[in-house]
């Protein structure tokens, strides 16, 4: 049996997993490895400061569609949901997350109200949980054809296009959410959103049930004595950004949550994403919920 690879995934739960040996004491033989979640290098086009952001149009879910270095990876649950529908993995049925996620503004944006994006970029991931949650959130209070979202990249691009004054607003969630907060930016409307589990590879059942065991006493750990461990959002930032966050002022972000996702929230929200024609054909999973979800 292969070493089962563990890669956070910008939140503290595998972090705090890896510290108190709960990977280890649940019977894994695994690779803890500390990676930046939120991205390497920047984008050229966000790194230069200058000028407009280049548009990308590559995300979650074509990570995942070209496979991820990892077991089990985590994206937002509409993208594990095409992702399992179309056969690059299998979604985890006992468990999602739940992130705090945001659409930002600077602090000096006459933008005051929801309504007031309307027609305004809003700097999101392509096909990434910030997509859709800013497409679900923005439809509840602008019609379709005054929303207006801008791909630019991942969370800490996106933060960092913020930071510049490059994009009217972001939606962001995770550390560099914290990051904006603190900085002053502010909340214009709220976009959390679900994560979900895909399983990758050749990895076996006693191996996941492992995984998520630890990742369970990690988050009771996280919910008793949150102070001992905010301090792994640090991992998840470059230096360069430290002076910017104290994480004693920040929350504890992604949150698991060991329920089942069920067959009505896998239709529903692949149901969701065909409606609003997200995917093209060539994309489109049309696997169902028993073969595309552990249960």
């Known amino acids: 049996m ?22 280890g004491e649940e019977g894994l033989d695994y690779e803890f490895v500390p990676s930046n979640a939120l991205g390497g290098a920047l984008n ?13 149009k590559r995300g979650a879910f074509e990570s995942m569609e070209a496979g991820r270095a990892c077991e089990v990876s985590s994206a937002c649950h509409w993208a594990v949901t095409m992702a ?3 056969a690059h993995g299998r979604m985890w049925g006992h468990a999602y997350s739940i992130t705090p996620s945001a659409i930002w503004v600077a602090p000096e944006s006459p933008l005051r109200d929801p309504e007031d994006l309307a027609g305004v970029g809003v700097a999101v991931g392509f096909h990434s ?18 929303i207006n979202l801008q791909f630019v990249g991942n969370p800490r691009e996106r933060m960092q296009l913020a930071l510049d004054g490059r994009v009217e607003a972001a939606n ?5 959410g914290y990051v904006l907060e603190q900085q ?24 996941i049930r492992a995984y998520f065991r630890a990742l369970q006493r990690a988050q009771v750990e996280i919910d008793t004595a949150k102070e001992k461990y905010q301090h792994y959002f640090l ?14 002022k920040a929350g504890t972000g992604e949150r698991i949550v060991f329920e089942t996702y069920t067959r009505e929230m896998f239709e529903r929200t692949h149901r969701w994403m065909l409606d609003w024609r997200i995917f093209p054909d060539s994309q489109v999973g049309r696997v169902g919920y028993e073969e595309a979800v552990v249960v």
Do not use: C
């Not at 563990?6 to 939140?11: A, F, K, M, N």
């Not at 962001?172 to 560099?176: D, E, I, K, Y």
């Open 2 to 23: 292969s070493k089962f690879r563990i890669v956070p995934h910008g939140r503290l739960q595998e972090w705090v997993a890896e510290e108190k040996g709960f990977f």
């Open 44 to 56: 050229p086009s966000v790194d230069s400061a200058e000028g407009a952001p280049t548009e990308i």
């Open 84 to 86: 399992a529908s179309a």
């Open 129 to 146: 949980g910030s997509h859709f949650s800013g497409l679900q959130a923005l439809q509840s209070v602008l019609p379709v054809d005054q």
């Open 172 to 176: 962001v969630f995770g550390a560099p």
């Open 184 to 207: 002053g930016f502010r909340k214009i409307l709220e976009t959390s959103f679900m994560i979900g589990f895909l399983i990758n590879g050749d990895a076996s059942n006693d191996q």
């Open 235 to 248: 991992k998840e930032l470059p230096e360069q950004y430290h002076s910017m966050f104290d994480y004693r």
